[in-house]
Protein backbone atom coordinates (compact mmCIF):
# COMPACT_ATOMS: atom_id res chain seq x y z
CA UNK A 1 0.00 0.00 0.00
CA UNK A 2 1.22 3.63 -0.79
CA UNK A 3 1.39 6.19 1.55
CA UNK A 4 1.64 9.87 0.93
CA UNK A 5 2.71 12.64 3.48
CA UNK A 6 2.94 16.70 2.59
CA UNK A 7 4.93 18.88 4.39
CA UNK A 8 6.94 22.28 3.57
CA UNK A 9 3.56 24.22 4.02
CA UNK A 10 3.04 27.34 6.51
CA UNK A 11 2.81 31.17 6.10
CA UNK A 12 4.24 33.11 4.00
CA UNK A 13 4.21 36.55 2.47
CA UNK A 14 2.82 37.52 -1.10
CA UNK A 15 5.52 37.63 -3.75
CA UNK A 16 7.28 34.67 -1.81
CA UNK A 17 8.24 31.04 -1.94
CA UNK A 18 7.49 27.41 -0.94
CA UNK A 19 8.67 24.03 -1.67
CA UNK A 20 5.99 21.66 -0.59
CA UNK A 21 7.17 17.89 -0.42
CA UNK A 22 5.38 14.63 -0.79
CA UNK A 23 7.31 11.78 0.78
CA UNK A 24 5.50 8.47 -0.69
CA UNK A 25 6.28 5.21 1.60
CA UNK A 26 5.25 1.33 0.97
CA UNK A 27 5.82 1.61 -2.26
CA UNK A 28 8.12 3.05 -5.36
CA UNK A 29 6.22 6.15 -6.49
CA UNK A 30 7.88 5.83 -9.61
CA UNK A 31 5.21 3.47 -11.11
CA UNK A 32 2.50 6.01 -10.08
CA UNK A 33 1.48 9.47 -11.50
CA UNK A 34 1.27 12.21 -8.65
CA UNK A 35 -0.78 15.21 -8.62
CA UNK A 36 -0.87 18.61 -6.17
CA UNK A 37 -4.59 19.45 -5.85
CA UNK A 38 -5.21 22.09 -3.40
CA UNK A 39 -8.87 23.24 -1.86
CA UNK A 40 -9.40 26.61 -0.60
CA UNK A 41 -12.49 27.66 1.83
CA UNK A 42 -15.25 27.22 0.37
CA UNK A 43 -14.25 26.32 -2.88
CA UNK A 44 -14.10 22.72 -5.11
CA UNK A 45 -11.04 21.13 -4.66
CA UNK A 46 -8.26 21.33 -7.69
CA UNK A 47 -5.63 19.90 -9.74
CA UNK A 48 -2.26 22.32 -9.80
CA UNK A 49 -0.17 20.23 -11.22
CA UNK A 50 0.72 16.57 -12.28
CA UNK A 51 3.40 14.56 -13.79
CA UNK A 52 3.15 11.17 -15.44
CA UNK A 53 4.33 8.07 -14.14
CA UNK A 54 7.38 8.44 -16.26
CA UNK A 55 8.06 11.93 -15.23
CA UNK A 56 7.92 13.27 -19.02
CA UNK A 57 4.12 15.11 -19.44
CA UNK A 58 3.21 17.96 -17.26
CA UNK A 59 -0.47 19.45 -16.24
CA UNK A 60 -0.14 22.82 -14.89
CA UNK A 61 -3.89 24.41 -14.20
CA UNK A 62 -3.84 28.32 -16.18
CA UNK A 63 -3.93 29.96 -12.83
CA UNK A 64 -0.76 28.43 -11.93
CA UNK A 65 1.32 28.48 -14.59
CA UNK A 66 5.07 29.66 -14.85
CA UNK A 67 4.88 30.18 -10.73
CA UNK A 68 4.59 26.42 -9.92
CA UNK A 69 6.67 23.75 -10.55
CA UNK A 70 6.40 19.64 -10.42
CA UNK A 71 9.10 17.71 -10.19
CA UNK A 72 10.05 14.34 -8.32
CA UNK A 73 13.10 12.40 -7.10
CA UNK A 74 13.01 9.02 -7.54
CA UNK A 75 16.16 8.27 -5.68
CA UNK A 76 14.59 9.81 -2.61
CA UNK A 77 11.19 8.62 -2.98
CA UNK A 78 9.62 11.87 -2.74
CA UNK A 79 7.51 14.53 -5.37
CA UNK A 80 8.08 18.13 -5.10
CA UNK A 81 5.45 21.05 -6.00
CA UNK A 82 7.96 24.49 -6.05
CA UNK A 83 5.88 27.48 -6.13
CA UNK A 84 7.18 30.84 -6.32
CA UNK A 85 5.48 35.15 -6.69
CA UNK A 86 2.80 33.11 -4.44
CA UNK A 87 -0.63 35.22 -4.58
CA UNK A 88 -3.27 35.07 -1.67
CA UNK A 89 -5.46 33.09 -4.07
CA UNK A 90 -3.00 30.24 -3.45
CA UNK A 91 -3.95 30.24 0.12
CA UNK A 92 -5.77 26.44 0.51
CA UNK A 93 -4.81 23.11 2.18
CA UNK A 94 -2.53 21.34 -0.65
CA UNK A 95 -2.76 17.37 -0.91
CA UNK A 96 -0.86 15.47 -3.36
CA UNK A 97 -2.35 12.39 -4.73
CA UNK A 98 -1.11 8.88 -6.88
CA UNK A 99 -2.71 7.22 -9.86
CA UNK A 100 -0.95 3.48 -10.51
CA UNK A 101 0.52 3.77 -13.80
CA UNK A 102 -1.18 6.90 -14.64
CA UNK A 103 -0.92 9.61 -17.52
CA UNK A 104 -0.89 12.80 -14.77
CA UNK A 105 -3.62 14.34 -15.72
CA UNK A 106 -5.94 17.30 -13.50
CA UNK A 107 -8.57 14.50 -13.37
CA UNK A 108 -9.48 13.82 -9.42
CA UNK A 109 -11.07 10.08 -9.43
CA UNK A 110 -8.48 8.91 -11.23
CA UNK A 111 -5.99 8.78 -8.38
CA UNK A 112 -6.63 6.23 -5.55
CA UNK A 113 -3.85 7.21 -2.92
CA UNK A 114 -4.13 10.34 -1.15
CA UNK A 115 -1.87 11.96 1.71
CA UNK A 116 -3.69 14.24 4.75
CA UNK A 117 -2.94 17.69 3.15
CA UNK A 118 -0.99 19.99 4.11
CA UNK A 119 -1.85 24.39 4.97
CA UNK A 120 -0.09 26.59 2.88
CA UNK A 121 -1.58 30.90 3.70
CA UNK A 122 -0.16 33.41 1.72
CA UNK A 123 -0.88 36.58 3.29
CA UNK A 124 -1.55 39.73 1.47
Known amino acids: QLQLVESGGGLVQAGGSLRLSCAAS????????VGWFRQAPGKERECVAS????????YYANSVKGRFTISRDSAKNTIYLQMVSLKSEDTAVYYCAADLWGPGVEIENLYDYWGQGTQVTVSS
Open 51 to 58: INYVGTTT
Open 26 to 33: GRTVNNYA
